[in-house]
């Protein structure tokens, strides 16, 4: 059989590459960018603060559902209309979501943006990995990298900034015009590759078919997993009767989703989700990486600002720029890690990524009420290089030995994996920080006691000292006094002692999936432009 060349676009493949990382970019910034401007949002629109989590609930949820099912709707309408259907309807919903009259409306629109958003991930991955022959990929996926590694680290940072210098609603707005350049240069830049047109054009022969069934499965499963992940905590797991429903219709959604699918595969129709991927060794071991990468990144980013807010006193701007200078570390060691893929075996690469990680990890249990600006600083730039070794290698492998034909397939389900493990990991640190906390205190409130000597002269010396240098009145206010202290003093110690737990335990997490990354076989030499048969 005569070797035929891979399909390579018309274009300059590194503008196509800048165009469509425009608006992930944008879409990525998302996920982060509202969470600052929660208690500004409940303000202007009248509602609680409980209320406005939905904000963020109802677009993780949106985003979680098309990701897994880009691939398939790219079967009916191509890539290149599709995605800039989803670019139309982010930049539409971003305007409507700055003008929304109520926390309702406001709601709704996060769902059409969330929706938006989700396809546009895969679809840029996809357009990479066929734009760029293997050995640039690479390359091209740290461009990629850039978008959604630094995104979540820049977003509370800049919607910090815009909600106090302008308003909340800015923070939509500034989505508009990007949208709007991005759906230009995509018409002009992005094309469909061969085997998309013929898809295509085979769907409209046969008529189009869509699965309802299944995608009501995948949006039941999907999205129950991402409300319980973000109210969980919040709503004490199994003892809300609300969480547990939803666990349950995650449970039987995912289940059932999995056995049609595998139905849809045996009687020749268009699956959904292409299982058939995890037959891959490269891609199964590929996903489960991607799942720990998007659990220690999202996990690491709450905690650190968290942390630093609630413990040191940092204001939300300031402890935006405890996580700058990660996130401008990863932008200088993408394009290095992107140079260095063709040429050194990703297993060595992948290995050394997760050690620094959880070497960073392990450095952090030097924090303590009294770390510096700079300590944490230099913490966090540690971890973010050691992110840019995971991210280009983990998606390059993923690709190794998969058709041309099903790239969607890939990044749909590579880009889930790396956001379910950003719930998980999001809500793992809520779910242990609570937790941690409560254990931790009640440890150090035990000799907190009247018939403790040692505590009562503490407060009496505490009680001495306040009423020496603040003049207060009787001694049984200033004994109250003291005993607040202590009291303050011994939940700032619970709560570090649980910062410390969470990072040990995602240490080990990390350390625990090394030897997984061994299992894919050596890969084989990248060709300069490898043929397909």
């Not at 997490?509 to 299992?519: R, Y």
Request: charged share 10%; net charge positive.
């Amino acid at each position: 059989m005569i070797a035929e060349k891979p399909w390579r676009p018309r274009g300059n493949p590194w503008l196509i590459a800048l165009t469509v990382t425009l608006a992930t970019f944008m879409e990525v910034l998302d996920t982060s960018i509202a969470n600052v401007a929660l208690p500004h949002i409940a303000g202007g629109l009248g509602a609680s603060s409980d209320e406005a989590t939905w904000v963020i609930t109802s677009y993780l949820v949106a985003n979680a559902v098309i990701l897994p099912a880009s691939a398939y709707f790219t079967t009916f309408i191509g890539r290149k209309k599709f995605y800039m259907m989803c670019v139309v309807m982010f930049g539409v919903s971003s305007m409507l979501c700055g003008l929304a009259p109520s926390l309702a409306m406001l709601v709704f629109f996060r769902i059409l943006q969330g929706a938006g958003g989700g396809g546009l991930g895969p679809s840029e991955q996809a357009i990479l990995a066929d734009t760029f022959p293997p050995h640039q990929r690479g390359q091209a996926f740290a461009l990629y990298g850039l978008a959604v590694v630094a995104a979540p680290a820049i977003g509370p940072t800049l919607g910090g900034w815009i909600t106090d210098n302008y308003t909340w609603r800015w923070i939509f707005f500034i989505n508009v015009p990007v949208a709007l350049l991005s759906l230009y240069l995509t018409n002009k830049m992005v094309e469909d590759p061969p085997h998309i047109v013929k898809e295509v054009a085979l769907s409209k022969k046969n008529g189009i078919n869509l699965d309802y069934f299944g995608f009501a499965l995948l949006g039941l499963g999907f999205g129950s997993l991402e409300f319980v992940l973000d109210k969980g905590q919040e709503d004490d797991w199994f003892g809300s009767h609300m969480i547990t429903f939803f666990i349950g219709l995650c449970v039987v959604s995912l289940v059932t989703l999995i056995y049609w699918e595998l139905r849809q595969l045996r009687i020749g129709e268009r699956p959904i989700l292409n299982l058939t991927l995890f037959k891959r060794k490269s891609f199964a071991v590929a996903f489960v990486l991607l799942f720990v990468l998007g659990f220690s990144l999202y996990s690491s980013t709450v905690l650190i600002p968290q942390y630093v807010q609630t413990l040191l006193g940092y204001t939300a701007e300031l402890a935006g720029f405890v996580l700058s200078p990660g996130g401008f570390t990863i932008m200088l060691m993408m394009p290095v890690v992107g140079f260095m893929i063709s040429r050194v075996d990703p297993r060595y690469m992948i290995t050394f990524g997760f050690l620094l990680l959880s070497w960073s990890l392990y450095r952090m249990h030097s924090l303590s009420l009294q770390s510096s600006f700079k300590d944490i600083m230099w913490l966090r730039i540690y971890q973010a290089a050691s992110l840019a070794f995971l991210f280009i290698p983990i998606n390059t492998i993923s690709y190794n030995g998969v058709p041309q034909a099903q790239n969607n397939d890939v990044s749909g389900l590579s880009n889930l994996a790396r956001n379910v493990g950003g719930s998980v990991g999001t809500s793992f640190v809520a779910t242990m920080l609570a937790r941690r906390s409560q254990t931790h205190q009640a440890v150090l409130g035990r000799n907190l006691t009247n018939g403790d000597p040692a505590f009562q002269a503490r407060i009496h010396s505490l009680s001495s000292f306040l009423q020496g240098h603040t003049g207060a009145g009787s001694s049984s206010d200033t004994i109250a006094a003291a005993q607040g202290n202590i009291y303050n003093q011994v939940h700032s110690q619970a709560s570090m002692l649980a910062y410390l737990d969470i990072m040990s335990v995602l240490m080990v997490f990390c350390l625990a999936v090394v030897p997984l990354v061994w299992i894919v076989g050596k890969p084989a030499k990248m060709a300069k432009d490898a043929p397909v048969h």
